[in-house]
């Protein structure tokens, strides 16, 4: 079936370089795209978000880009820090029109690993 | 500040005896999931509640209930849990004035089933 997963399980970086987490999805109806930390013992907490109108958005050190030709997703994180360690998960949905809410698919998840 | 709380955030049982994990929110979203997350492994969704509308997930054994008795509160319950239920579960929440919404997750109750 359609799924979203992730191509690397962990990632390892030293301390100050730039991150960056990949992600494919199959679903060629998901139209909004969330990027997911989670620490050991956490539940998910929310990075950034991109909607399938837009190819690129910024936070603060992080950058989330769309390449909805390939259905690729990725994250990136400037100048990554010790405190960055953790699963990073991406996550899609399908929208619908009129509101409405529906559940998150998510990625395998990536463990970013940083290195002194 | 406005979050989600999840109690308790251990909890053990036996197998085959009921059990009931609790979620609340301060946020006053109108949308409330309870997901299934196993050791290394991403949140699956069991089911969500949409005001007072339940929708479950087609893979949600039968065994996974839930009971929004209010806006702010949201219950999960096991009926006859089995070792395979042994898990992190997370609540989350959202906003429905736009389905492009994230949504917002407690840390979670880990069950374990002796």
């Known amino acids: 079936g359609e799924s979203v997963g992730l191509h690397l399980p962990t990632l390892s970086v030293q301390e100050g370089d730039n991150s960056i987490i990949n992600c494919a999805y199959s679903?060629?109806?998901?139209?909004?795209f969330i990027w997911y930390k989670q620490e050991s013992g956490k539940g998910p907490q929310f990075i950034i978000d991109i909607r399938s109108n837009m190819d690129k958005r910024q936070g603060q050190r992080v950058t989330v880009l769309l390449n909805k030709t390939v259905k690729h997703l990725s994250l990136q994180i400037a100048a990554t820090q010790p405190g960055d360690s953790a699963v990073y998960f991406c996550?899609?949905?399908?929208?619908?029109?009129?509101?409405?809410?529906?559940?998150?698919?998510f990625g395998k998840g990536t463990h970013l690993i940083i290195q002194p | 500040d406005a979050m989600v709380i999840q109690n308790p955030r251990y909890q053990v049982t036996q197998f085959g005896k009921p059990v009931t994990l609790s979620c609340s929110q301060t946020l006053n979203h109108n949308v409330m999931y309870w997901y299934q997350q196993k050791s290394s492994q991403a949140p699956k969704l069991l089911f969500h509640y949409y005001d007072k509308d339940f929708n479950n997930e087609a893979d949600t054994p039968d065994n996974f209930q839930s009971r929004r008795p209010n806006t702010s509160f949201c219950f999960l319950d096991i009926r006859s849990p089995g070792l395979g239920d042994a898990a992190m579960y997370l609540c989350?929440?959202?906003?429905?004035?736009?389905?492009?919404?994230?949504?917002?997750f407690g840390d979670g109750t880990r069950l374990s089933i002796l």
């Open positions: 989350a929440t959202s906003r429905d004035e736009s389905r492009n919404q994230p949504q917002h």
């Open positions: 996550a899609e949905t399908v929208g619908y029109s009129g509101g409405g809410a529906d559940g998150l698919t």
């Open positions: 679903n060629s109806a998901s139209d909004y």
